[in-house]
């Protein structure tokens, strides 16, 4: 997924960060992470200090975004599961994974703040909304989450009866 990068589009093809301008769909700059990883396929996600590149190395790869990207840190769930999504706040970091984890790091180290297991493979994108995180997972449940304790808030995760892919709105 595209995001806004310094005023630009970045996204990542292969292992490559590009970043285009807006108005002219002109190349400003790219890097390639091929040495890190050959592939950051699932996604990449920004905070005001750092970028997060999912590799198909099944880690999150953290990197100053001043400073021409110097990485800092990587980051796995504990089961080193395949990372399926992932969003950054200044706060926290959240990414979920094919074997059903809803994970939560601090934005500047791989330190875990909390884990969530959900009941089956989480492909859908992450939703935050205030303090509050939405997942949907292939179970047909939609889970809803706090994003400081990361507990389930409703007492039963709303049964959608189809399994969920897509990013809830």
């Not at 790091?105 to 009941?119: E, L, R, V």
């Amino acid at each position: 997924n595209p995001l806004f990068y310094k005023g630009n589009i970045g996204f990542i093809v292969g292992s490559e960060f590009i970043v285009i301008n807006p108005e002219t769909g002109s190349l400003l700059t790219s890097k390639n992470f091929s040495h890190l990883s050959n592939n950051f396929s699932n996604g990449v996600a920004q905070n005001e200090e750092f970028l997060y590149f999912v590799g198909v190395d099944k880690r999150v790869h953290a990197f100053i975004q001043d400073g021409g990207f110097v990485q800092v840190f990587t980051a796995s769930a504990d089961n080193d599961s395949e990372i399926s999504s992932i969003l950054a706040t200044n706060e926290k970091v959240f990414f979920t994974t094919q074997a059903e984890n809803i994970v939560c790091i601090s934005p500047d180290s791989p330190q875990k703040k909390w884990q969530y297991n959900a009941m089956d493979s989480i492909y859908a994108p992450i939703v935050l909304e205030e303090e509050y995180l939405f997942v949907g997972s292939l179970d047909s449940k939609l889970y809803k989450l706090d994003v400081t304790s990361g507990k389930l808030v409703w007492d039963v995760p709303f049964y959608t009866g189809n399994k969920i892919i897509d990013k809830p709105v």
